[in-house]
């Protein structure tokens, strides 16, 4: 069974930072591209930023230059860099993966790790 914990989420004031990680297991999590997304209060579910199996990242344009998205294939975790964080930024960030095989598309979310960023 194919298992996302996110972990890091909190509180932060408006220019500071979080690690957000996210850990998988009960999948090949080197086949996967892997991603975050984000909801705010009443909001739509939005892409954050991904990387994929050969490393190569996006990130939204609200985000460029301030978060960075990793990967550890040998302890199966994403990580995701909140720099210079802003109330905006203030959201429930989920991990996703998403692989294709054989015509065929395998997709997972974790439960969410809360991150609000307030004075």
């Known amino acids: 069974q194919v298992q996302l914990v996110e972990s890091g989420g909190g509180l932060v004031q408006p220019g500071g930072s979080l690690r957000l990680s996210c850990a998988a297991s009960?999948?090949?999590?080197?086949?996967?591209?892997m991603n975050w997304y984000r909801q705010a209060p009443a909001g739509p579910r939005e892409f954050v930023a991904d990387?994929?199996?050969?490393?190569?990242?996006d990130y939204a344009d609200s985000v460029k230059g301030r978060f960075t998205i990793s990967r550890d294939n040998a302890k199966n975790t994403v990580n995701l860099q909140m720099n210079s964080l802003k109330p905006e930024d203030t959201a429930v960030y989920y991990c996703?993966?998403?692989?294709?095989?054989?015509?065929?598309?395998?997709?997972?979310w974790g439960q969410g790790t809360q991150v609000t960023v307030s004075s």
């Open positions: 996703y993966a998403y692989r294709r095989l054989n015509m065929k598309s395998f997709n997972y």
């Open positions: 009960g999948m090949i999590f080197s086949d996967y591209t």
């Open positions: 990387i994929t199996t050969g490393g190569s990242t």
